[in-house]
């Protein structure tokens, strides 16, 4: 699903979206939130005079402001490549989408994971659910998904629905899953798919259809948009089928005067009572249209080649160790955990902080299993026992130069 590295650069501007920044800081921790893009801002500054109620009122403002809450979800569903039948609800970011669709699963649903899922894709799923080891490569994730579905159709729970949930690339290692190739082993065994696109859709076209995805999930304010705002896309029937995941106004299309009579809305708004962030929504398509129209393989190409160098960069210092779950050559978006043998992380974080203005993350990243897994390995792979429990993590975005990896590797080289 990503474009070809190695086609030359276009001529492109850098950076389509305009991102805001604030001049010295650098920002290298794209994959916690990245920075807002003008367009976004520049897309609520232009409704903000017309801020009123979304679908609650007949007044010009209120129908202009409706108008441009459906027509963000069909850009924002348009830019994911979503099917007719599919839904688009807004959320207020990936977690909350991933919870979403476990509160709509049908009865006696198993769901199959990874073992290195982000906690917002491993920990609203059922009991019951299987989690698979991490794989050493991404040919290895296929043979296990496939050996696990074969099992549960044939053994464990035949005749129950089974849905997958994996993530599109991995926030820890920046590491690209082989979603379409678990797709097709997914349907081949009647199971359904959701798609983490939280970290893969910053860096890459993802597109429902093309990779024959029946869910996907993602977060507005890590594509250049504001908080509050992601979505949860894909197969209507489950999700028309299960109780509100808010019970309220908005959610309803009869509400009669004994106690629980009610009659749910199909469609988003079954899952979206209360009035809506349409400020929100409107933020998040503006992005998905520039974006849209990018040229998304230069914007790739750039990326990889400042990926390139950071990574270089890194193993060319000897204390530096990087963590990965596929091998090194593997596609990856620009995400880099690494830990500096013999330092405390939270300590290093810190110091680039103050001392160089540089912003990193450290710690687990919200993925426990995976990233204490990654550090043991780090440790047997390179025979050192003085690396730390925890560990950092680069990330690269749209405004990201060649000044600021370069900045990172020296400020790394130079530590006291
Ligand atoms: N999945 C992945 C892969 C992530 O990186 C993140 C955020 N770190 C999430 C899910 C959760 O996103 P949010 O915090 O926006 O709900």
Do not use: M
């Amino acid at each position: 699903s990503l474009p070809a590295v190695d086609t030359p650069p276009a001529p492109a501007r850098p950076d389509p979206l305009g991102v805001l920044g604030v001049p010295g800081e650098i920002n290298l921790d794209h994959a916690a939130s990245a920075p807002c893009a003008r367009a976004a801002a520049d897309a609520v500054a232009e409704l903000l005079p017309w801020y009123a109620s979304v679908h609650r009122g007949a007044g010009a403002l209120s129908r202009r402001c409706t108008l441009a809450y459906e027509r963000a979800r069909q850009t924002v569903g348009d830019f994911v490549g979503a099917r007719a039948g599919d839904h688009v609800i807004f959320t207020r970011n990936t977690t909350d989408s991933v919870n979403l669709l476990a509160r709509a699963l049908p009865a006696g649903t198993t769901v199959v994971t990874f073992a290195g899922e982000h906690h917002a894709n491993l920990l609203p799923w059922p009991r019951g659910s299987v989690r698979l080891p991490v794989p050493a490569d991404p040919a290895g994730a296929v043979r296990a998904l496939a050996a696990a579905l074969a099992e549960l159709s044939r053994d464990a729970r035949p005749g129950l629905p089974v849905l997958v949930a994996v993530t599109g690339a991995s926030n820890v290692t920046g590491e690209v899953w082989p979603v379409a190739e678990l797709a097709r082993v997914a349907h081949r065994h009647g199971a359904r798919i959701l798609v983490d696109a939280a970290q893969l859709a910053p860096h890459a076209p993802v597109d429902l259809a093309a990779l024959d995805v029946d869910y996907l999930a993602l977060s507005g304010h890590k594509l250049y948009a504001p908080f509050g705002t992601g979505v949860l896309v894909g197969r209507g029937d489950w999700l028309d089928a299960a109780a509100p995941y808010l019970a309220g106004g908005g959610a309803t299309s009869h509400v009669g005067p004994a106690t629980h009579e009610v009659r749910w809305a199909t469609g988003p708004a079954r899952h979206e009572a209360g009035t809506p962030n349409l400020l929100g929504a409107v933020a998040l398509a503006a992005v998905c249209a520039a974006l849209a129209g990018a040229d998304r393989a230069a914007l790739h190409a750039r990326e990889q080649a400042l990926l390139s160098r950071l990574r270089r960069g890194l193993a060319a210092l000897p204390d530096v160790v990087e963590l990965r779950t596929f091998p090194a050559d593997a596609p990856r978006v620009g995400i880099v955990s690494f830990v500096v043998a013999g330092r405390d992380s939270a300590d290093v974080a810190a110091r680039l902080a103050a001392a160089h203005r540089i912003g990193v993350r450290d710690g687990l990243f919200c993925a426990h299993p995976l990233a204490r897994r990654l550090l043991s390995e780090a440790a047997a792979r390179t025979g050192r026992t003085d690396l730390p429990p925890t560990a950092l993590r680069a990330s690269l975005g749209l405004g990201t130069t060649e000044a600021d990896v370069d900045a990172l590797l020296t400020a790394l080289a130079t530590l006291p």
